[in-house]
């Protein structure tokens, strides 16, 4: 599978072909293991986003705990607004960082495990993979 103009594309165009040329120049299944490789960096690097999102939810809790809200709005209606808003997006934020990033992390251990499918086009690894790297 070459999907062309896509991340899995193996060409010299592909930044992220030639990073995995660069870091694997001796590799004997060029096309399996460049397959593996963008598996292991896409579950990477959602753990790295989930993390992200997990420390700003985190965040926004400690900013609605401090009441600096109220310090900031006074103790107007806008601010309970702002004070509802803040803990709900933290809470969620916070809540699918945990649960996304313990899956992500369970699959970047385990991403040999996935197979490849080189007959079924639509692959759903495969789409997520492109979509996660479109520009």
Wanted: charged share 20%; glycine share 6%; proline share 1%.
């Amino acid at each position: 599978m070459n999907i062309i103009g896509t991340a899995l594309e193996r060409s010299q165009n592909n930044q992220y072909y030639c990073d995995f040329q660069k870091s694997n120049p001796s590799s004997n299944d060029n096309e399996y293991d460049f397959k593996c490789w963008m598996l292991k960096k896409y579950f990477k690097q959602n753990v790295f986003v989930e993390i992200t999102k997990l420390i700003i939810g985190i965040i926004l809790l400690v900013f609605v705990a401090s009441s600096s809200i109220y310090k900031i709005f006074g103790t107007s209606g806008a601010s309970t607004i702002v004070v509802v808003t803040c803990l709900v997006i933290g809470i969620v934020l916070a809540g699918t960082g945990i649960m996304f990033s313990i899956s992500n992390y369970r699959c970047l251990k385990n991403y040999k495990d996935f197979l490849w499918d080189d007959e079924e086009e639509e692959n759903e690894i495969v789409s997520k993979i492109i979509k996660f790297y479109r520009k």
